[in-house]
C-alpha cells in the first residue's frame, strides 16, 4: 500500500513576534558595541530597518529594551535548569544547579550585561530587580526556586516555607551582583561562590524546621513580609 505523503508545513512566529525579536536582537547589539548609555531608540529602529514609531509600539523605551533582555534571559535559564531539577531530590545540589545555569546562560551576555546591572543599582530605575517594571523576570526565577525547593526531600518550617523561595532569590540576587565585578575567565570566583554558599544556604533552610529556631523563624518572616517585593498576587501592605 502506498502511503500517501503529508506536506510538511514550517509553522513561523507571527510577524509581530518576528519584528519584536528584532528590535530587541539589534538593541542587544549595539548594546554590545556602543553601550548601553550611548544607545538610543532611533539608532536602534534605524538598524533594524523600522520606524521610531514602530519601535516604540513594541518597547516603550529603552529600558524597556532591557526588560525584555531579562524575560529572555529568565526563559532560557527556566530551560536550561529543566534537568537539574528534574535528576534529584538533594537541595544544595538542586540550588547548586540552579545558580551555576544561570552563570552558563549569562556568560555569553556578559560583555555588555553587565551594563545593566550597573544601572540597576540606582533603586528608582525601572532596570531594579526590584522595581515593578521587573516584576515578571523576578517572579519567574522566584517560580524556579520555588520548584528546586518543593521538589527537595528537605523539610521546612510551614511559616517560613512560603518566603523561603524569595531568600533563595535575594541569594541569586547576590550572585548577580558578585557577577557584575567579577572579571575572572568564565567567572570562576561567581562559580567558587556558589560552590561555598549553597551548602551552608541548604543547611539553614533545613534547620529552619526545628522548633529551637522557630522565634528566629517568625523574626525572619516578619522582616521578609515588611521589606521583600510585592508579588504581583499578593494583597498591598498598610503603611506603617
Avoid at 523600522?50 to 534571559?73: C, M, P, T
Avoid at 556578559?110 to 523576578?138: C, G, M, V, Y
Wanted: with cysteine; glycine share 4%; net charge positive.
Amino acid at each position: 500500500m502506498v502511503k500517501e505523503a503529508k506536506d510538511v508545513k514550517t509553522v513561523k512566529a507571527p510577524k509581530s513576534e518576528q519584528t519584536r525579536s528584532l528590535i530587541l536582537e539589534t538593541a542587544l547589539r549595539l548594546f554590545r558595541e556602543r553601550g548601553y548609555d550611548r544607545t538610543t531608540m532611533r539608532a536602534i529602529a534605524q538598524e533594524a530597518g523600522v520606524s521610531v514609531g514602530n519601535a516604540y509600539y513594541y518597547f516603550s523605551s529603552k529600558e524597556h529594551l532591557v526588560q525584555g533582555f531579562y524575560d529572555r534571559l529568565a526563559g532560557e535559564h527556566a530551560a536550561a535548569v529543566r534537568p537539574v531539577l528534574e535528576s534529584g531530590t538533594d537541595l544544595a545540589a538542586r540550588l547548586r544547579g540552579v545558580l551555576l545555569s544561570w552563570l552558563d546562560v549569562a556568560e555569553p551576555y556578559r560583555p555588555f550585561a553587565t551594563q545593566f546591572f550597573k544601572n540597576a543599582a540606582d533603586p528608582d530605575s525601572p532596570l531594579s530587580p526590584f522595581s515593578p517594571e521587573s516584576l515578571p523576570a523576578r517572579e519567574a526565577v522566584v517560580a524556579l526556586h520555588e520548584r528546586c525547593l518543593s521538589g527537595s526531600t528537605t523539610r521546612t518550617d510551614p511559616d517560613l516555607a512560603p518566603l523561603l523561595p524569595q531568600l533563595m532569590w535575594l541569594m541569586h540576587m547576590g550572585l548577580v551582583l558578585f557577577w557584575v565585578y567579577d572579571r575572572t575567565e568564565r567567572a570562576e570566583r561567581s562559580r567558587r561562590l556558589v560552590a561555598l554558599t549553597v551548602p551552608i544556604a541548604a543547611r539553614i533552610i533545613a534547620l529552619s524546621r526545628f522548633r529551637v529556631v522557630r522565634p528566629l523563624v517568625r523574626q525572619v518572616h516578619e522582616v521578609l513580609e515588611e521589606f521583600l517585593p510585592e508579588r504581583a498576587d499578593a494583597p498591598a501592605r498598610a503603611a506603617g
